[in-house]
């Protein structure tokens, strides 16, 4: 079966970096996802990687290893606004999303 | 960048009623449109893919006579949930694929159904 896995919940402090681990088994591979959301919104798109290695968008970046099943998504010099929950998702052979139960940051001052 | 508009943000009725809610790509054809179904602190629940002009896909479990999905143009896809029941209440989302980015997905900003 297709299966993502993300941690629960992780807490961090304002200022500091924060890595959220994604693993995943899919039938097929055709990109990975990383969305935020904010309570009661939709998600928002933040990266998305197909090839192996680290992208960087500013404080946010994603990295991905396709042998090994496995992305992360950092967070650098983390605000109080990064409070959300952060969405792995596997775009699988059919091109059909397959999504992460997601993590909820909580970031402390 | 592209935008999918979602109506309505929330809305309240009542057990027996049939709720309407609307997606529409703005600036781009969107031939496929996924709906979503999140509960409270979980993640998205893929419902039905359904592609402009043809009948919908739904994924297992769905009732597609609750659950009516029409794309009857390429930048609107509805989803009505008929004879609402109180366990309806939840988070719909749709999701619409640009098909001018590789991997163009765009969220709607949700509805919140409550039925009472």
């Known amino acids: 079966g297709q299966n993502i896995d993300q941690p629960t919940e992780m807490t961090a402090t304002e200022g500091a970096i924060v890595q959220i681990n994604c693993t995943y088994q899919t039938s097929g591979f055709n990109g990975l996802f990383w969305y935020q959301q904010h309570a009661g919104e939709a998600p928002t798109f933040l990266s998305y990687?197909?090839l192996d290695g680290l992208e960087e968008k500013g404080r946010f970046s994603s990295f991905l290893s396709r042998s090994k099943g496995y992305s992360y998504l950092l967070l650098k010099e983390l605000q109080m606004k990064d409070s959300a929950s952060y969405l792995c998702a596997v775009m699988d052979s059919n091109y059909q999303l397959i999504w992460g139960a997601g993590t909820k940051l909580i970031i402390k001052p | 960048g592209a935008v999918v508009s979602q109506h309505p943000s929330r809305v309240i009725c009542k057990s027996g009623t049939s709720v309407k809610i609307e997606c529409r790509s703005l600036?781009?054809?969107?031939?496929?449109m996924f709906w979503y179904r999140q509960f409270p602190k979980k993640s998205l629940m893929l419902m039905a893919t359904s592609n402009e002009g043809s009948k919908a896909t739904y994924e297992q479990g769905v009732e597609k006579d609750k659950f009516l999905i029409n794309h009857a143009s390429l930048t609107l896809s509805t989803l009505t949930v008929t004879s609402a029941h109180p366990e309806d209440s939840s988070f719909y989302i749709c999701?619409?694929?640009?098909?001018?980015?590789?991997?163009?997905?765009?969220f709607g900003s949700g509805t919140r159904l409550t039925v009472v």
């Open positions: 600036d781009f054809q969107a031939t496929t």
């Open positions: 990687n197909v």
């Open positions: 999701s619409a694929r640009d098909g001018g980015r590789d991997y163009g997905y765009t």
